[in-house]
């Protein structure tokens, strides 16, 4: 339970966002065509008396997201209250999470759960509400430049990029890499605004420059894909076509570890390492398989919804929020450990 901190990594996330900003541009360019995003829809059985809670998400369509709304659903059906669940569709799209608070604060909500798709733009608008009166529990991401919010549960993405980046070596080596060997690593994310994506880079890299050999050198251009698992396949099938040198693969993120699997296993490159986030169906697909060698980084997402709607319900009544930031952990799931892990997720859906 702790403060993440981040400033001191900001150098390097903007040598990151060089390598993004063209596709940036286009999706600016494009302001002014209509913006899709989830309506809010009842994730809960909808009782009259009960409070109303609004959840506000990246995105919907990843079994990560999934988790995160069925730990939610969960807690707020042992408390007795209303669920209803919206969200942008591009990872990075905080106007449409602007206009899912506003509808929100419109409908009485009387507690707010949210995933910033941006962890600087949406920072007014939350602070807004909560001094307002309304209760807002901060899941998976962080807001920069205000603390006016209750709690926020999530990892510690500094360790979990420090993790990936610890386990792409260890592969690496038991691969057979010489420390001689020029090695390239390619990596991809879904947004550049958000600050889980900003630690993880910056975990990742500190770990790698004190303690990747020097030949091992990670690649200056970091492709964006904002959530979208076909842009990210095909970036992956880019990195592979414009670097030979390529020996790893790191996904910052669900989105971007999906589409790193799509286009190695598309390229069948299995002399490609993959390290990754999460555990989507084709991630453990790989991690399980003899031929390839993959591993990821798995979080307690579920923990995470579950956590956060019981906190929200307890500021709902009086309550003290206590800690600001909450670490739920990480874990890497290797194919030595990930029979163990199905097992024990097998267990939680029962």
């Known amino acids: 339970m702790k403060k993440i901190k981040w ?18 541009q286009e999706k600016e360019d494009d302001e002014s ?6 309506a ?12 109303d809670v609004y959840v506000i998400l990246k995105v919907l369509t990843s079994q990560y997201w999934q988790d995160i709304v069925r730990g939610i659903a969960d807690a707020a059906e042992e408390k007795g209250c209303n669920v209803y669940v919206g969200a942008s569709v591009g990872e990075g799209d905080w106007e449409i999470q602007k206009k899912l608070l506003q509808q929100a604060a419109a409908g009485e909500a009387d507690a707010i759960l949210m995933s910033p798709g941006d962890s ?11 001094n307002q009166g309304i209760p807002v529990v901060l899941i998976d991401t962080i807001l920069n430049n205000t603390d006016s919010f209750d709690t926020c549960y999530m990892t510690d993405n500094l360790q979990a990029g420090e993790l990936a980046a610890q386990e792409m070596i260890r592969l690496l080596r038991d691969k057979g890499v010489s420390e001689e060997e020029p090695v390239g690593i390619a990596i991809q994310i ?26 091992w050198t990670i690649l200056d251009e970091v492709k964006l894909n904002d959530g979208d698992m076909a842009v990210a396949k095909q970036n992956c099938i880019d990195f592979l076509e414009s670097y030979p040198e390529i020996k790893g693969v790191f996904g910052c993120n669900n989105s971007s570890t999906v589409g790193f699997v799509q286009g190695l296993t598309e390229l069948d ?12 169906d084709e991630t453990a697909a790989l991690v399980g398989s003899e031929e390839w060698q993959a591993s990821t980084v798995v979080q307690n997402q579920y923990n995470m919804g579950y956590e956060g709607m019981m906190k ?8 003290d929020a206590g800690y600001k930031f909450i670490d739920t952990g990480t874990k890497v799931i290797s194919r030595e450990n990930h029979i163990e892990y199905e097992q024990n997720l097998a267990g939680e859906t029962k």
Not at 10 to 19: A, E, N, P
Request: aromatic letters at 14%; hydrophobic letters at 40%.
């Open 190 to 215: 879904a947004t550049i605004s958000s600050q889980t994506v900003i630690d993880r880079l910056a975990g990742f890299s500190q770990y790698w420059s004190s303690n990747a050999p020097r030949q």
């Open 7 to 24: 400033l001191k990594y900001f150098c390097f996330f903007l040598i990151c966002t060089m390598g993004v900003l063209g596709g940036c």
């Open 269 to 280: 490159r299995k002399d490609v390492i993959l390290v990754g986030f999460d555990y989507a």
């Open 40 to 51: 809010f829809e009842a994730a809960t059985e909808i009782k009259d008396g009960q409070p």
């Open 33 to 38: 065509a209509e913006k899709e995003y989830y």
């Open 120 to 130: 600087t733009m949406l920072s007014d608008t939350v602070a807004d509400l909560h």
């Open 312 to 319: 929200a319900y307890a500021v709902m009544n009086g309550e």
